[in-house]
């Protein structure tokens, strides 16, 4: 699986938009990105998933450059209960790693009041 | 709530002993996946059943095994406890073989004195 790049951490005002970067330059053409977010030593959460198109559900947006190198989370209006750390994961779907998931350090987001 | 349920919460024992963890799925999935998470290594995948086979195996242990039973809940045991096996684990379950959403449960602390 592709290696990921996340800064460190972010900051973000409530009810401002929160957009987290993910570098992935050497992803492979079936290798998807995911999102994962955990809260404050909870279990992972899924958030969002995608090959090379945009994708957007309930809880957030993923914007995936034309090269997929790069992608962007982006959480419309952030909350405090979105403080939490987000992990980017790029994976392929099916062959001998499953449903594997590889976690790297994350970016900690901080919600501001 | 995830729907997968994992017992007990806390587990504190001492180096040398043996636990076991015990993971619940989401009603009808069928693969069960566990994860460590301590201080150092971060989230690591530990191994993946499904429907009652091992399919994925991770930096596990010789000392950790774990199964899965025909009524698709899980167990993880650890035995000659060490230290440094004190950790979060988590385990997570999917519907199928390659899923691409992996839900969680609230995990299992375990404190080895």
């Known amino acids: 699986d592709a290696k990921t790049t996340q800064p460190p951490s972010m900051d973000c005002a409530e009810g401002r938009a929160a957009n987290l970067p993910c570098n992935h330059s050497?992803?492979?053409?079936?290798?998807?990105v995911y999102w994962y977010r955990q809260i404050h030593s909870q279990g992972p959460q899924y958030i969002i998933h995608?090959?090379?198109n945009n994708e957007t559900n309930e809880m957030a947006s993923l914007i995936i450059t034309e090269d997929r190198k790069s992608s962007t989370l982006i959480l419309p209006h952030a909350t405090l209960r979105d403080t939490a750390v987000y992990y980017c994961?790029?994976?392929?779907?099916?062959?001998?790693?499953?449903?594997?998931?590889?976690f790297g350090q994350g970016t900690i987001l901080t919600v501001h009041p | 709530d995830s729907g997968v349920t994992q017992t007990p919460k806390h587990l504190i024992t001492a180096t040398g002993q043996r636990v076991t963890l015990r993971c619940s799925p989401r009603?009808?999935?069928?693969?069960v996946y566990w994860y460590q998470q301590s201080l150092d290594q971060g989230l690591q995948f530990l191994i993946q059943?499904?429907?009652?086979?091992?399919?994925a195996k991770g930096n596990i242990l010789e000392r950790f095994s774990a199964q899965q039973f025909p009524d698709l809940h899980s167990e993880l045991n650890l035995s000659s406890l060490e230290l440094g096996d004190s950790a979060l684990y988590f385990c997570?379950?999917?519907?199928?073989?390659?899923?691409?959403?992996?839900?969680f449960g609230p995990g299992t602390r375990l404190t080895v004195l």
């Open positions: 995608g090959l090379k």
């Open positions: 059943y499904y429907n009652g086979e091992e399919r």
């Open positions: 050497t992803i492979s053409g079936n290798e998807y």
């Open positions: 994961i790029v994976r392929v779907a099916g062959g001998t790693s499953y449903g594997k998931l590889t």
């Open positions: 009603s009808g999935d069928l693969s």
């Open positions: 997570a379950s999917s519907a199928t073989l390659v899923a691409d959403t992996q839900y």
